[in-house]
């Protein structure tokens, strides 16, 4: 009968279970740190999406007689999640920038000719509006509309 030595079946079972445990807290640390990535890391911001042109739309359709000519200058109105806060007209050398708000989140002060987001540039600044160009289409950002003030009773607003 061959002796087996209690000592060396020791071992390998110590070592066996010494690297199972290790294993195992490695694979508790992983998952550990992509939960909590996941529950505590800063939600990324959606992209600006571009609009797309109507299927129908003047502007793409060509009629029996050659194709529709548009008006390059005429800037359409944005439909994008920008809001004009304020602007500085140009003066002399220096040129106009404008205060928007992105997304209800972040303010920016943007120079005549620098972007916006990626893809959205301020083109031009003027009193009243500001223009926006994205993807080489002309957009208007305008003032906020002020909503009318309801004057409390017995107060009369002279105007």
Known sequence: MPDISLDRSGLAQTTVVSFVTLAALALLGVV?????????????????????????????????????????????????AIRLLGVVAASGSRRGYAVVQLKARQI????????????IRLAEVHADHVILERNGTRETLTWPEKKA???????????
């Open 32 to 80: 550990m740190a992509y939960w909590t990535w996941v529950w505590l890391a800063p939600r990324p911001e959606p992209r600006a999406q571009p609009l797309a042109d109507p299927v129908g739309s003047v502007a793409s359709a060509n009629t029996l007689f050659g194709s529709v000519q548009t008006a390059q200058n005429i800037a359409a109105p944005t439909g994008i």
């Open 108 to 119: 920016l002060s943007v120079h005549e000719g620098e972007d916006i987001a990626p893809g």
């Open 149 to 159: 003030s309801v004057a409390p009773p017995g107060l009369k607003i002279n105007k």
